[in-house]
């Protein structure tokens, strides 16, 4: 079973993503259009340094699923929210 910590640290890494998730689409959309060369290399940089400077774990990528029962993350099911100890 997890611990109590890595569930609550999940939980503030759901919050976050979701806190900064228009801000981080607009920035990397607008980032699109200056790779086709519609904004200097300049913008484009200035635009890099604002998503870097976004907290970490805003990040989708860091997010990790784990059991509602367990905390357990590895041998996830997404279709019940398990894991497979628990769907045993």
Same mark, same amino acid.
């Given at each position: 079973?997890?611990?109590?910590?890595?569930?609550?640290?999940?939980?503030?890494r759901?919050?976050?993503?979701v806190? @900064?998730? !228009?801000?981080?689409?607009?920035?990397?959309?607008?980032?699109?259009?200056?790779? !086709?060369?519609?904004?200097?290399?300049?913008?484009?940089?200035v635009?890099?340094?604002?998503?870097?400077?976004?907290?970490?774990?805003?990040?989708?990528?860091?997010?990790?699923?784990?059991?509602?029962?367990?905390?357990?993350?590895?041998g996830? @099911?997404?279709?019940?929210?398990?894991?497979?100890?628990?769907?045993?």
């Amino acid at each position: 079973m997890a611990t109590k910590g890595k569930i609550e640290t999940e939980m503030r890494r759901e919050k976050l993503i979701v806190r @900064y998730e !228009q801000k981080r689409q607009l920035l990397k959309d607008v980032q699109k259009t200056s790779r !086709q060369g519609e904004i200097s290399m300049k913008k484009h940089l200035v635009l890099l340094k604002k998503i870097h400077n976004l907290p970490r774990n805003s990040a989708p990528t860091r997010h990790r699923n784990r059991c509602w029962s367990t905390g357990r993350s590895r041998g996830f @099911y997404r279709d019940f929210g398990l894991s497979r100890h628990a769907l045993r």
